[in-house]
């Protein structure tokens, strides 16, 4: 069924039609959807272009930034006030140590105000034990913040240090190796401001609300957009896995675009993480309109499809339709179409086929039940005076006997016999008058063969009385066992009448014991049941055979087996629906 259903698919013109308007769009479809892509992965490249130059700009200015003022700190190895008091101040009043300091204070304050990443700025002078710095004046020098950061010099990578969690950049003087007892004269240190820092990561991300981070061995630096984002990207940019920097990072279900460059000057890395749906929403603006515009173009050609099924196709559905109706022999049929177009043309002619074609088809039943009737007449001629001749015998040889009761009985059966023939001249009767008659009929038969055989004949099943069956169809089954299979049985001859119901059809079958055909003769007898127009002579089951198929249809008919007692079955078989058709309906000629 399955395969039948895909073999008319197949040789439909409706898919082929769908499949021809795709073949045609899908290119077009496919080339636009490559000319999308490309476009969008130039602009990804060039987004992501954007944001590397953005971040390479962010650590070049910081970079410059962070020279300019390392050398402005190189600068002061030179000032004549910072000399006097880390050299001279053994020698110096307290009146010029105060007009040095005051002198070193105001260019401190000038160094802070150079630049926006500076947060203060001190002097870290030994010979004197104090501190002159921008945020108190005057102060006692801090001995183990001294102690940092004229050690640190050799252990720290680029030019800024970590003490206490603030940043710094410091020069020592004298710049060479020294161990822990050895003092430099002075340490000019620069404390970074932190949050301005991280304003300007920050700002990076402008308008977006990521996470930028600057981080080195010693110290990092984060925005404070997204804290959990710049703990996801500050473990990456740590852990620096093979495949860092990866194009998209993922938290909570959003995707960010990375983007990292390294500073050889500050001996860090800088690193933003910027929402992809932010940088490319527009991207998918465009992609979302180019989905729209395809479904459109779908939506299109299903209409396009639907137009087509609703003129073309359908009217070719409905035709199909009609001729399966015809295969099932329903010629009661007229189709008609709304539009004037070639349709109605071929539905015109259609029903001017079908009206022909019933004509014939009715004049070929007639002619068939013409000849069948012909047939049973001239069975009829030959079944008499052979039964006549068998039937007076009997009595004859009943009457030397006078054996009167039995000659009673005979002679009933045989009234019975010939008034079924006389008062039923029509071609059907119904189901209790046949097997009354051919009860009959095996009972005179009975007599005829006496003690060699035992006969028996089942009632009728409920509700099959009424049955309309063509006339004198058991007769003949019963007159080929008794000639074909008992006859020349001399004793313990057997045979058996059944009516059943089974899968709403009725089974009527003659059972004997005598001889059965041989397999070939079975099988060439079958193959003869099949033929619509049987070769050679017509025989009494092969009418039978025929008038049933003619008014039953192909569920009906005779059929022959081997039965259990090693002898012939014939059974007539009858479906009970077809059954209760009345006289004058048109029988289904499609007979096969």
Not at 328 to 337: A, E, M, Q, R, Y
């Amino acid at each position: 069924m399955l395969k039948g259903y895909v073999q008319q698919i197949r040789l439909s013109i409706f898919p082929k039609i769908i499949v021809m308007f795709l073949l045609i769009l899908l290119p077009l479809y496919a080339a636009s959807l490559l000319v999308n892509q490309r476009g969008e992965e130039n602009v990804r490249k060039e987004i992501a272009g954007s944001v590397q130059a953005r971040i390479e700009y962010f650590s070049r200015s910081v970079e410059r930034e962070i020279e300019r003022l390392a050398l402005l700190q190189q600068q002061y190895v030179n000032d004549r006030d910072l000399l006097d008091l880390s050299v001279s101040s053994a020698i110096l009043n307290d009146f010029q140590i105060s007009q040095a300091i005051n002198a070193l204070y105001g260019r401190l304050q000038m160094l802070e105000a150079s630049s926006p990443y500076v947060k203060s700025v001190s002097v870290h002078l030994s010979a004197l034990g104090k501190t002159v710095t921008t945020k108190g004046f005057v102060l006692p020098l801090e001995e183990h913040k001294f102690a940092f950061l004229k050690l640190t010099r050799s252990q720290s990578k680029g030019p800024i240090i970590v003490w206490s969690d603030r940043l710094f950049v410091r020069s020592v003087y004298p710049d060479r190796i020294y161990n822990e007892r050895q003092n430099p004269l002075y340490v000019l240190e620069l404390e970074l401001s932190a949050e301005t820092l991280q304003e300007e990561l920050a700002r990076i991300l402008e308008p977006s609300d990521g996470a930028a981070l600057l981080q080195s061995d010693s110290w990092t630096l984060s925005s404070e957009t997204i804290p959990q984002l710049a703990e996801r990207l500050e473990q990456a940019v740590r852990d620096h896995s093979a495949d860092w920097p990866k194009a998209t990072l993922r938290l909570d279900g959003r995707d960010y675009l990375v983007a990292e460059t390294k500073s050889p000057v500050l001996e860090a890395n800088l690193a933003i993480a910027i929402p992809e749906r932010e940088l490319f929403g527009p991207l998918r603006a465009y992609r979302f309109t180019f989905w729209v515009l395809l479904g459109m173009s779908v939506v299109a050609v299903v209409i396009f499809a639907l137009w087509i099924f609703r003129y073309i196709h359908r009217p070719l559905l409905h035709l199909t339709k009609v001729f399966r109706q015809m295969e099932n022999g329903n010629l009661d049929l007229k189709i008609s179409h709304s539009s004037k177009d070639e349709f109605q043309i071929v539905f015109d002619k259609f029903n001017i086929m079908i009206r022909k074609l019933k004509a014939a088809i009715d004049e070929l039943y007639e002619q068939k039940l013409h000849n069948q009737r012909a047939e049973l007449k001239q069975l009829q001629s030959h079944i008499h005076p052979h039964f006549l001749y068998n039937t007076f015998y009997m009595i004859y040889r009943m009457a030397q006997m006078e054996d009167a009761d039995s000659i009673r009985k005979v002679a009933r059966h045989l009234s019975d016999y010939f008034r079924f023939m006389a008062r039923n001249p029509g071609d059907e009767v119904p189901l209790r008058l046949e097997v009354e008659h051919a009860r009959s009929y095996m009972e005179i038969q009975a007599f005829r063969f006496g003690n060699r055989i035992t006969a028996s004949f089942a009632d009728i099943p409920e509700n099959c009385g009424d049955l309309s069956v063509p006339k004198l169809i058991i007769q003949p089954l019963l007159e080929n066992a008794f000639h074909h299979g008992l006859e020349h049985i001399s004793r313990g001859g057997q045979l058996e009448v059944t009516l059943q119901v089974r899968d709403g059809i009725l089974a009527i079958a003659v059972n004997d014991n005598g001889a059965a055909p041989t397999a070939e003769g079975l099988a060439a007898w079958r193959e003869r049941l099949e033929q619509s127009e049987p070769a050679g002579e017509v025989t009494g089951t092969m009418n039978v055979h025929r008038r049933l198929r003619l008014k039953f249809g192909p569920r009906s008919g005779m059929s022959v087996s081997i039965n259990q007692w090693g002898g012939t079955c014939a059974a007539l078989l009858i479906p009970l629906e077809e059954g209760r058709l009345k006289p004058n309906d048109v029988p289904d000629l499609n007979r096969g």
